[in-house]
């Protein structure tokens, strides 16, 4: 971190042989009380320094919100990238913080958010959680029954928008008495009541040049519930996790003390804000080490993007890490030439890192600069990674580490260092974060649970379901099996729900055996699940084959995935797998699917 960090006092993990546990000293952290005071200390450091680049010429001041050009705004995505300042958002968290509190909104309000990843969540999330409301940012893909489901039982008041979910929120307004209030990231249409962003904004601009700063001085209880977030909106009664600003605070400098980010690092934002793994790590972060935020166009838009912005660091699911590699590799192998040029730098490569030189950059310069010549760090979480999949990204010099966490925890428990990693491994325990197994089995694996400050406050209104995960000594159990190994790396296994038992009392984790079944060519993805058999519990694997492979097999060209024909070729693969497994965990019997698995908006596969 650069030298004038230390105008403010540096926190104090006091971590016992912090040297033996972290390999390297842990990187030097700014103390902040609440995320006001973190806003407060990063304006004063990097005032002038861009927070964001945006490609939204109303955000960034280059066209009036209520203006005819604004009217007639198109999407796009090849307009260049304009800065947004750090003293200008904060000017803007506080201008409409200001209007929001005038408008009535309190701290027994719940402030809903849906909307895709923009400047105005951005400034919306900070201005309510500085002291003014709970804010209960949503999931933009959830249906029309689950955002109700859930605005219900928030009792939301409130409810901001944008044009991307304004169609569903027309059709489901009867059906949320307690809002009161919609606001519309975008410009209402002539006749439409909703209040819009930039109005607000601009009467809390007003206000405050008028000398109305009283917004400025709400109390923030660091300990009390500023953030409440759904982890799903199917059930009856959903689970709300409340977040306290000591929290996220706790994990943004634990995080910070194990990465090295500063104010040269340049984020692209590509996932979702409402996930806490995005908010913490790439947008409060971010705010927090005076780094500056490109917003992704999308998906589609990615490359293009981290060309535009330079990014240095990247937050990913390993879906994203896979299809990195592939567009690498596919561009390689078409090429003989240069794949033995590929192939003989990563043995050199490889084998100068083995006496302390690292050529990477170079030897692998024209697949770097493919990725804008700037990229840094990876940071892949929100579920397991291929540990090959890291080590193939390490091996051309890009650094890729993945990290553990939970909605519960706002999010890290673990974190992999750039310097001292496992690839295996989900990371090394938070310095200020206790993790433990608890109830091993003869091979040491049990359940991980963890206790520091940032594991949440509780579940929102059920007492039953928080004393189910958090124990009386204070320790989260997280629902996820594993083990730490000889350096305290936390190694996971699966999920205590998905366990199969056999009649003799063996542990089976399907997430075992379907890592090694989706690494055969012909199975894209598998659920792995305990079937009876003659009094005893064996495993049975449905798999949903891979189109493209199927169809690059001249037998099997055509066919529908479900064909007896594709099921035979499958299953000679699935006998490779059994020769990996010792015998109860071999995959007794197989069936298939045409269509892929139903999954989450986290696009994780509903088991259940």
Not at 375 to 390: H, Y
Not at 422 to 436: F, I
Request: proline residues 4%; glycine residues 6%; charged residues 25%.
């Amino acid at each position: 971190m650069s030298n004038k960090n230390t105008e403010f006092k540096l926190h104090d993990f006091a971590v016992e042989n912090e040297l033996e546990k972290y390999r390297y000293p842990l990187d030097d952290v700014r103390e902040i009380r609440d995320l006001r005071d973190m806003a407060q200390q990063s304006e004063k450091l990097y005032g002038d320094r861009n927070a964001y680049l945006l490609k939204d010429p109303i955000a960034t001041r280059q066209i009036a919100p209520r203006s005819e050009e604004a009217k007639n705004l198109k999407v796009d995505h090849s307009r260049p990238y304009v800065g947004v300042t750090f003293k200008q958002f904060f000017a803007d968290v506080r201008a409409y913080g200001t209007a929001l509190k005038n408008m009535g909104i309190n701290m027994k309000s719940r402030v809903a958010i849906i909307a895709e990843t923009r400047y105005e969540w951005y400034v919306s999330y900070l201005a309510l959680v500085n002291g003014l409301a709970v804010v209960v940012p949503l999931d933009k893909e959830l249906p029309a029954n689950e955002i109700v489901n859930l605005i219900n039982s928030a009792e939301a008041d409130c409810l901001l928008f944008s044009n991307l979910k304004k169609d569903v929120i027309e059709g489901i307004r009867d059906q949320m008495p307690t809002v009161t209030q919609y606001i519309n990231f975008d410009l209402p249409k002539e006749g439409e009541t909703d209040l819009y962003f930039w109005d607000i904004l601009q009467e809390g601009e007003i206000a405050r040049e008028a000398g109305d700063v009283t917004y400025d001085t709400l109390p923030i209880d660091p300990h009390e519930m500023h953030i409440l977030l759904f982890t799903s909106g199917t059930v009856s009664k959903p689970k709300g996790v409340m977040l306290c600003h000591h929290n996220i605070c706790t994990n943004l400098m634990g995080m910070c003390s194990l990465l090295y980010i500063d104010e040269n690092d340049r984020f692209l934002s590509v996932l979702p804000l409402h996930h806490t793994y995005e908010c913490t790590c790439g947008y409060l972060c971010q705010l927090y080490r005076g780094s500056c935020v490109a917003v992704s166009s999308g998906l589609r838009y990615i490359v293009q993007n981290m060309k535009e912005s330079k990014t240095t660091i990247i937050l990913v699911v390993p879906l994203m890490v896979e299809a990195f590699y592939r567009g690498i590799m596919r561009k390689i192998t078409d090429n003989p030439k240069q794949h033995r040029k590929f192939k003989f730098g990563l043995a050199l490569s490889r084998a100068l890192l083995k006496i302390g030189i690292d050529i990477r950059p170079k030897l692998f310069k024209q697949i770097h600069e493919g990725f804008g010549g700037h990229l840094r760090l990876v940071i892949s979480g929100g579920a397991a990674i291929e540990p090959s999949l890291i080590k193939n990204m390490q091996d051309m010099g890009f650094h890729t580490v993945q990290g553990y966490g939970l909605t519960e925890c706002a999010p890290i428990l673990a974190l992999n260092r750039t310097h001292f990693y496992n690839n295996r491994a989900a990371g090394l325990p938070m310095p200020n974060v206790e993790v433990k197994i608890v109830d091993p089995d003869e091979d040491g694996i049990g359940e991980i649970v963890g206790r520091g400050d940032n594991v949440m406050l509780g579940y929102y209104r059920n007492e039953e379901k928080t004393r189910e995960v958090i124990d009386d000594e204070g320790f989260y159990h997280t629902g996820d099996l594993g083990y730490l190994d000889e350096n305290d790396f936390v190694i996971i296994t699966g999920r205590k729900a998905n366990l199969i038992v056999t009649r003799n009392g063996k542990n089976i984790f399907p997430e075992e055996i379907e890592f090694l079944l989706n690494l055969q060519p012909l199975i894209q993805e598998s659920v792995v699940s305990g079937k009876t058999v003659n009094n005893d519990i064996v495993v049975h694997a449905e798999i949903f084959p891979n189109r493209d492979a199927v169809d690059a097999d001249p037998e099997l060209k055509g066919l529908e995935l479900t064909d007896d024909r594709v099921l035979a070729k499958i299953q000679e693969q699935v006998k490779e797998v059994n020769r990996k497994l010792v015998n109860y965990k071999a995959v007794h019997s197989v069936s298939l699917r045409d269509t892929e698995f139903p999954k989450n908006t986290s696009r994780k596969i509903k088991r259940f």
